[in-house]
């Protein structure tokens, strides 16, 4: 039951920093259009996404369910199940007109970009706090 209790904590905390993010750009494009108010079924699409989001991270990028995988695949464990769950929330809650190809190509294309630059931006994030930890060890080695 104690496993249970922090797996739910887990995925909250996950898909609150998802929501709270997707918050961020939702209302700075709403401003940027001019719009003064948000639309509740968008604002429940992105939850949605947001709890995927959170439970796919918790799959992917901790040992609680996977124990020993190469950050490469984690990657995709995480990106391939994300992607169709993102498609079906967009079709479903009409975020483009899914007649157009041209949209499924911006879509496709903006889902691709935002992966690679947050994979980016964590992968950066780590390897600094690496460093970080690895010469505040050093310190303590030469210290002691």
Request: proline share 2%; net charge positive.
């Amino acid at each position: 039951m104690k496993n249970f209790f922090e797996i739910v904590i887990a995925i909250k905390e996950r898909a609150a920093l998802c929501y709270t993010g997707a918050m961020f750009f939702y209302i700075f494009f709403l401003l940027v259009y001019g719009q003064q108010t948000a639309d509740v079924p968008t604002l429940i699409s992105l939850l949605l996404v947001s709890i995927a989001a959170g439970s796919l991270q918790l799959v992917a990028f901790s040992s609680l369910v996977i124990k020993k995988l190469g950050y490469g695949w984690r990657l995709l464990v995480f990106a391939v199940p994300f992607f169709a769950i993102l498609t079906g929330v967009a079709v479903a809650f009409h975020w483009f007109p899914a007649q157009s190809a041209g949209a499924w190509v911006s879509f496709i294309l903006i889902f691709l970009a935002i992966f690679a630059v947050l994979t980016a931006a964590f992968e950066m994030y780590y390897r600094l706090s690496g460093k970080r930890y690895d010469s505040r060890l050093d310190w303590y080695r030469r210290n002691q």
